[in-house]
């Protein structure tokens, strides 16, 4: 499975961005979908997540309310509002081998090779 997240760029503090993920081979109608963002010099943090059917959401809290996570059979995207100087970092989405995955990093075996975002303040 290859992933590629899109649509990430410069922006300036409190304007918004879309991120788009899509998947080659395979579609995202039967497995959970995630983003997370790895910010310079630090680790991989999770940011949203999406159950199969997109019937459940997870969010980090610092993102809570300001991001949402949706998707279709064939792209999933991170609708990325009101964003902050620390919302800096590549983005990247993955992909679970289930249909409901949460938050947890090691339960998403497929990824992409992200996108940069940085946000000016």
């Known amino acids: 499975v290859q992933l590629q997240a899109f649509g990430g760029g410069l922006v300036q503090a409190g304007n918004s961005l879309r991120l788009s993920c899509a998947a080659s081979?395979?579609?995202?109608?039967?497995?959970?979908v995630a983003w997370f963002r790895q910010a310079p010099g630090k680790g991989r943090d999770f940011v949203a997540s999406?159950?199969?059917?997109?019937?459940r959401t997870y969010y980090a809290d610092n993102v809570q309310g300001r991001f949402t996570i949706s998707k279709d059979n064939a792209k999933v995207y991170l609708q990325m509002n009101s964003l902050k100087a620390e919302d800096t970092a590549v983005y990247y989405c993955?992909?679970?081998?289930?249909?409901?995955?949460?938050?947890?990093?090691?339960?998403?075996?497929?990824w992409g090779q992200g996108t940069n975002v940085t946000v000016s303040s």
């Open positions: 993955a992909q679970s081998r289930f249909a409901n995955s949460g938050r947890e990093l090691s339960n998403y075996p497929y």
């Open positions: 081979r395979r579609t995202f109608s039967n497995n959970a």
């Open positions: 999406i159950s199969w059917n997109g019937g």
